[in-house]
DNA sequence: GATGACCTGTGA
DNA sequence: TCACAGGTCATC
């Protein structure tokens, strides 16, 4: 799934609905689903008997404790993929991916005891599974990013803004909508290249990607921000029509009066 | 850093 | 049939 706000949504459904239950069976029919060397009599050996007991989150990467000293449950979302706690998922449905419930999308799944499942469905198979992942490999939460921070992974980078914005090594949980929205809502064109921002620049950017967190987040994930995604659209603030292009490999959408 | 690959579903 | 999809990863 997504961007980092519909992984803390799924998040928030394992803290809820699946912590302190016992692990009866793990269900892995999807080998290319677990990453790392990881394989299913591995993962089984690793989870079985044991409670998940933590659910946390680093940008789009969820991490789930275990119980008894047992190995750290990282799940990634990817694409098109759902947590399923006993037939509940998460937040709101994927606009781009199909929410129907098709026993073939359930690439890995824990049976409790208590005869309750956590299922992650995924389509597309682009998510992954795997053990005691490496969690430096991902830079500051942008949630909790300092404005330093921010300055330094901004710094002296050539790429496009939105290049480094999605860039998980430097800051982590923005993907594609969340950073044309931010970048939208502060006025900065996703294509400028990074180190020609100013401090003053970089100070609106740091609000502005908290303060669309939080916005987003309330109204229920990356794909309820105020930038209309469509051909032809126009800005809601100036009414000017919207540019349609490719920035940093994925989809851009801006505004080309007020982002400069 | 830009590009294509990975995999599969949906809608025009 | 084709274009496209909210993410990574390897490769030129």
Known sequence: MPEMLEVEAARAVIEARALHRTIAEVVAPDAWY????????????ALKGRELVDARRRGKLMLVDTSNGGPVLGLHLGMSGRVVVDGVAAGDPLVYASNREVDAWHRFGLRFADGGTLWMRDPRRLGAVELDPDEDRLGPDAAEITRDELAHVVGRSRAPIKALLMDQSRIAGLGNLLVDEVLWRVGIDPARTAN????DDVARLHRTIRQTLRTLGRRGGSHTGDMPRERDAHCPRDGAMLVRRTVGGRTTFSCPVHQR
Do not use: F, S
């Open 34 to 45: 677990l990453k790392r060397g990881l394989n299913a009599p591995a993962v089984k050996r």
């Open 196 to 199: 020609t921002l100013k401090a």
